[in-house]
T-cell receptor, first 115, second 111 residues
Framework: NAGVTQTPKFRVLKTGQSMTLLCAQD?????MYWYRQDPGMGLRLIHY???????AKGEVPDGYNVSRLKKQNFLLGLESAAPSQTSVYFC??????????????FGQGTRLTVV | EDKVVQSPLSLVVHEGDTVTLNCSYE??????LLWYKQEKKAPTFLFML????IEKKSGRLSSILDKKELFSILNITATQTGDSAIYLC???????????FGTGTRLKVLA
């Protein structure tokens, strides 16, 4: 029962480097989300997707890009990492509301440090 | 702008105490309100509320929603040290099904 799996779990980047965070879900969920969590800030939505091939901006999209080429995967990219992107990143997925009112299921998080 | 506000930001109690956590919201197209518990890693789901006045209960935890006054409360009775965590409130919005989170309440229960 994998649920939502994030890769990697930890990463240290130098300023200006790029990386991709991978989120994979095996629950056939339509909707997927990327959040970042900073101390005292709760969870802030970066980007989300309502289906394969679609993406949309959340509250804090600047400096990030996303892709949803396959329904089960949602990738978050940082093209040129900055220290302000040091955070814990969470991926989540859920059913569409037309099917079932349900909660979002979360991955275990990726702790990213940009030095 | 959609907004979810939680209070208090942090709380320290002793085992056996009862606590009430608050969540107020201002969002367009409200669909549901959710409570999560976050210990060290991923948030874990506690409750989803969609209708006013109907209490949801799980053991020592309970929650209720007031859609007229736009708030929810999460009650924890007879607290235990294992209840120490960050409690997150989120609102699901209709149309594009986004979850907007509050800043969380950090609860510490002392033995």
């Amino acid at each position: 029962n994998a649920g939502v799996t994030q890769t990697p779990k930890f990463r240290v980047l130098k300023t200006g480097q790029s990386m991709t965070l991978l989120c994979a879900q095996d629950m056939n969920h339509e909707y997927m989300y990327w959040y970042r969590q900073d101390p005292g800030m709760g969870l802030r939505l970066i980007h989300y997707s309502v289906g394969e091939g679609t993406t949309a901006k959340g509250e804090v999209p600047d400096g990030y890009n996303v892709s949803r080429l396959k329904k089960q995967n949602f990738l978050l990219g940082l093209e040129s990492a900055a220290p302000s992107q040091t955070s814990v990143y969470f991926c989540a997925s859920s059913y569409p509301e037309s099917f079932l009112d349900t909660e979002a299921f979360f991955g275990q998080g990726t702790r990213l440090t940009v030095v | 702008e959609d907004k979810v506000v939680q209070s208090p930001l942090s709380l320290v109690v002793h085992e056996g105490d009862t606590v009430t956590l608050n969540c107020s919201y201002e969002v367009t197209n409200f669909r549901s309100l959710l409570w999560y518990k976050q210990e060290k890693k991923a948030p874990t789901f506690l409750f989803m509320l969609t209708s006013s006045g109907i209490e949801k209960k799980s053991g020592r935890l309970s929650s209720i929603l007031d859609k007229k006054e736009l708030f929810s409360i999460l009650n924890i009775t007879a607290t235990q040290t294992g209840d120490s965590a960050i409690y997150l409130c989120a609102v699901g919005t209709s149309g594009t099904y986004k979850y907007i989170f509050g800043t969380g309440t950090r609860l510490k229960v002392l033995a």
